[in-house]
Protein backbone atom coordinates (compact mmCIF):
# COMPACT_ATOMS: atom_id res chain seq x y z
CA UNK A 1 0.00 0.00 0.00
CA UNK A 2 1.48 3.66 -0.62
CA UNK A 3 0.28 7.08 0.27
CA UNK A 4 0.12 8.52 -3.06
CA UNK A 5 -3.77 9.27 -3.84
CA UNK A 6 -4.22 7.62 -7.01
CA UNK A 7 -8.12 8.12 -7.92
CA UNK A 8 -11.22 6.25 -7.28
CA UNK A 9 -13.23 5.73 -10.64
CA UNK A 10 -15.70 3.21 -10.75
CA UNK A 11 -18.81 1.51 -12.76
CA UNK A 12 -22.27 2.86 -12.64
CA UNK A 13 -23.30 -0.97 -12.79
CA UNK A 14 -24.73 -1.92 -9.04
CA UNK A 15 -24.23 -5.23 -10.27
CA UNK A 16 -20.63 -5.31 -10.37
CA UNK A 17 -18.71 -2.59 -8.74
CA UNK A 18 -15.11 -2.23 -10.12
CA UNK A 19 -12.94 0.81 -9.72
CA UNK A 20 -9.85 2.27 -11.05
CA UNK A 21 -6.99 4.63 -10.60
CA UNK A 22 -6.53 8.21 -12.47
CA UNK A 23 -4.06 7.27 -14.89
CA UNK A 24 -6.31 4.29 -16.07
CA UNK A 25 -9.34 6.22 -16.26
CA UNK A 26 -7.54 8.88 -18.70
CA UNK A 27 -6.49 5.79 -20.48
CA UNK A 28 -10.05 4.40 -21.23
CA UNK A 29 -11.16 7.89 -22.22
CA UNK A 30 -8.64 8.02 -24.71
CA UNK A 31 -9.69 4.26 -25.84
CA UNK A 32 -13.56 5.85 -26.31
CA UNK A 33 -14.49 4.55 -22.74
CA UNK A 34 -14.36 0.90 -24.00
CA UNK A 35 -12.01 -1.55 -22.06
CA UNK A 36 -9.98 -2.97 -24.60
CA UNK A 37 -7.33 -6.06 -23.65
CA UNK A 38 -4.42 -3.99 -23.76
CA UNK A 39 -6.07 -1.79 -21.12
CA UNK A 40 -7.51 -4.68 -19.13
CA UNK A 41 -4.08 -6.09 -19.15
CA UNK A 42 -2.37 -2.89 -18.16
CA UNK A 43 -5.15 -2.33 -15.63
CA UNK A 44 -4.43 -5.44 -13.69
CA UNK A 45 -7.54 -5.88 -11.68
CA UNK A 46 -7.68 -7.63 -8.60
CA UNK A 47 -11.05 -9.07 -7.20
CA UNK A 48 -11.89 -7.81 -3.53
CA UNK A 49 -14.33 -8.93 -1.24
CA UNK A 50 -17.26 -6.66 -0.82
CA UNK A 51 -15.99 -5.79 2.44
CA UNK A 52 -12.39 -4.98 1.42
CA UNK A 53 -13.50 -2.57 -1.56
CA UNK A 54 -16.03 -0.76 0.64
CA UNK A 55 -13.08 -0.27 2.89
CA UNK A 56 -10.87 0.92 -0.51
CA UNK A 57 -14.04 3.26 -1.59
CA UNK A 58 -14.38 5.34 2.20
CA UNK A 59 -10.31 5.58 2.02
CA UNK A 60 -10.13 7.21 -1.34
CA UNK A 61 -13.36 9.07 -0.46
CA UNK A 62 -11.17 10.41 2.61
CA UNK A 63 -8.21 10.88 1.25
CA UNK A 64 -7.36 14.93 1.08
CA UNK A 65 -4.45 16.20 0.54
CA UNK A 66 -3.19 17.15 4.28
CA UNK A 67 -4.49 13.08 5.01
CA UNK A 68 -3.05 10.85 2.00
CA UNK A 69 -3.96 7.36 1.95
Do not use: Q
Not at 8 to 28: G, I, M, N, Q, V
Amino acid sequence: MSDRRVGFHTTRSPDLETAWCSACDKALAAAGGRWTEALLKRAGFAELCPCCFGIAKLDAAYATPSRPR
